[in-house]
């Protein structure tokens, strides 16, 4: 069987097989964690791209050690030096004297 012989899977085919929800399958592929294309409104996943979350899984399991949460976590963007923005709440009005 050819690669392009393999058909991608559905959101809802992927889910059974892995014994979890459709919606837990739409998660990780809005995450990011599981590749995925669209075809018109409808999502599919190509065969390599679940072997290939299913590899990153079995190195990083659930209870991720230090080494594969680094690998995994966002950080976001540092900017050195630069000035820190400093976000407070307003204080509270008080109510307007009905006239």
Not at 32 to 60: H, S, T, W
Not at 62 to 85: K, N, R
Request: overall charge positive; some cysteine; charged content about 30%.
């Amino acid at each position: 069987m050819t690669k392009h012989d393999q058909r991608p899977f559905t959101p809802e085919t992927l889910a059974d097989l892995w014994g979890v929800s459709p919606q837990t399958v739409r998660n990780l592929i809005h995450r990011r964690e599981l590749r995925a294309y669209r075809v018109g409104r409808l999502l599919r996943i190509k065969p390599d791209a679940v072997e290939e979350y299913e590899r990153n899984a079995e190195q990083c399991p659930t209870s991720a050690s230090d080494a594969c949460e680094a690998d995994i976590a966002s950080t976001g963007t540092t900017i050195p030096d630069a000035a820190a923005i400093s976000l407070r709440h307003a204080p509270e009005r008080k109510p307007r004297a009905r006239q």
